[in-house]
């Protein structure tokens, strides 16, 4: 069974970095892609983005120019950098896996991760 | 962006109830949309794929219909253990959810 485990502070201050790592076990890296996703208090879920098996990245537009996913697959990892960050980015912070059905591109979300609150505040 | 608004944003039903959820794209996304459940402080479940795809292991109740810009999702009989959010999901550029239905008892 998959099993999707982040880590990182749950606190960060305002203009500073948020940083969380995905720890996967029981199920290869490969050929899935690795997203993180993110939940405002009481609202809705919003993708942050991808990293691919093969290190290709994909980032939401309205994130991209402050969001880098990096892989490191000999630990089965995968981090989230969010930089500068403000009161807005405080959120449920969830990994989940992507996969497919048959077209081989990032379809939909089967394993996710605990979510980790992280809160923006100095 | 593709915009997905889900209708109604909560509802009460009784236990063997039938619910229905809609959920519409703001332009053509052919059968490119997932159903997930979320219970409150867990992570969210996929349980349709590709608009009428059932998840193996998750109960028959649940289905999912829709092609282009019109989706529903339906509990045929609605549980106790179905108090949830679900959310409708489009992956046919980017991916995007919907603003999520709550589902009481």
């Known amino acids: 069974q998959v099993q999707l485990q982040p880590s990182g502070p749950g606190l960060v201050k305002p203009s500073e970095t948020l940083s969380l790592t995905c720890t996967v076990s029981?199920?290869?890296?490969?050929?899935?892609?690795w997203n993180w996703i993110r939940q405002p208090p009481g609202k809705g879920l919003e993708w942050i983005g991808y990293?691919?098996?093969?290190?290709?990245?994909y980032y939401n537009p309205s994130l991209k120019s402050r969001v880098t996913i990096s892989l490191d697959t000999s630990k089965n990892q995968f981090s989230l950098k969010l930089n500068s960050v403000t009161a807005a980015d405080t959120a449920v912070y969830y990994c989940a896996r992507g996969s497919s059905s048959y077209s081989g591109s990032c379809e939909y979300f089967d394993y996710w991760g605990l979510g980790t609150l992280v809160t923006v505040s100095s | 962006d593709i915009q997905m608004t889900q209708s109604p944003s909560s509802l009460s039903a009784s236990v063997g109830d039938r619910v229905t959820i809609t959920c519409r794209a703001s332009?053509?996304?052919?059968?490119?949309l997932n159903w997930y459940q979320q219970k409150p402080g867990k992570a969210p479940n996929l349980l349709i794929y590709d608009a009428s795809n059932l998840k193996t292991g998750v109960p028959s109740r649940f289905s999912g219909s829709g092609s282009g810009t019109d989706f529903t999702f339906t509990i045929s009989s609605l549980q106790p253990e179905d108090v949830a959010t679900y959310y409708c999901q489009q992956y046919d550029n980017f991916w995007t959810f919907g603003q999520g239905t709550k589902v009481e008892i």
């Open positions: 332009r053509d996304i052919s059968n490119y």
């Open positions: 029981g199920g290869s890296i490969s050929p899935h892609y």
């Open positions: 990293i691919y098996y093969t290190g290709t990245t």
